[in-house]
């Protein structure tokens, strides 16, 4: 998955035992909009990507993130196509 671009950074310290986590609105890159649904990847510079359900967008609490387990590569398929 280390050739696909990463939709929102997050820091993968913060995931709670049942792999949930915030992020920032300003941790989205430019050009992808996070939608209630949709899944996205997720990475740091210290790990590789992963594949993350949006569970809520929130304009001044953040996003509402679950990481699948497993591998990014494994989850491709949930990935809205471009």
Known sequence: MT?????????FMDV???RRLWTRLSDV?????PVAGQYAVV???DADAAVAHI???DIERGIWLKVVDG?????RH?????
């Open 71 to 75: 591998s990014g590569e494994d989850h």
């Open 78 to 82: 949930l990935l809205p196509s471009t």
């Open 55 to 57: 569970i809520s967008v």
């Open 16 to 18: 709670t035992n049942d």
């Open 43 to 45: 990475g740091c510079e």
């Open 3 to 11: 050739t696909v671009e990463v939709d929102i950074a997050v820091d």
């Open 29 to 33: 890159r430019d050009g992808f909009v």
